[in-house]
């Protein structure tokens, strides 16, 4: 008897630019909203962040020469312990409506991978199920100011070869799979 094979989305949040966007993008009200709502974040830590958050200013030096300051009116600060855990908060949400589709997930900082259990002989269902999710958590990104990014998003379908070659629906679809509201392409191998 084949077990499930299992599908896996790949996908990497926010545009097709260096990774440091992802932290760049966050919206400091909604940030801080959310510490408050779902976090317990409140006075003097609520306060704190608000201020460390007001009139942020940066500018690039390297050696004598200094770059034009500007303002920070969103993004959390990169090289520091802060941001990424403050990130982590801002897309926390997601977990539940990944949760809601009935599918599995594991995220690291501007990182998702979804998970969807398959029966070898009917991968449709749980295909969708993917697909459906996928589109979901790309309008979450769409509506936080945050984008999927389809160039590095993809699909491994994960199990025994006659596992991966069973369903029609599978092996039609050798190298492109709906999801995220786009065809992401079918990755032929995967380092784990």
């Not at 941001?83 to 594991?106: K, R």
């Not at 259990?117 to 996928?134: F, K």
Request: hydrophobic share 40%; proline share 5%; glycine share 6%.
């Amino acid at each position: 008897m084949l077990r499930p094979s299992t599908a896996l989305l790949n996908a990497r949040l926010l545009r097709p630019s260096p990774r440091s966007l992802a932290f760049d993008t966050i919206n400091h009200d909604v940030l801080i909203k959310l510490l408050e709502s779902q976090f317990g974040v409140d006075g003097g830590a609520s306060s704190w962040l608000r201020s460390y958050f007001t009139d942020r200013q940066q500018f690039v030096k390297i050696g004598d020469h200094s770059s034009v300051t500007m303002q920070c009116a969103s993004g959390v600060p990169q090289g520091s312990v802060l941001g990424p855990l403050l990130f982590t908060a801002y897309v926390s949400p997601v977990g539940e409506l990944i949760q809601s589709h009935g599918v599995s997930y594991h995220q690291f900082a501007d990182d998702t991978q979804l998970f969807v259990a398959m029966n070898v002989n009917n991968a449709g269902p749980a295909l969708e199920r993917l697909a459906n999710c996928s589109t979901a958590v790309r309008l979450w990104f769409l509506q936080n100011e945050l984008q999927l990014n389809a160039d590095k998003s993809e699909v491994v379908i994960l199990g025994t070869a006659p596992q991966r070659t069973s369903d029609r629906m599978l092996t039609s679809t050798r190298s492109m799979l709906p999801a995220a509201g786009c065809r992401l392409r079918r990755s032929s191998s995967h380092s784990i």
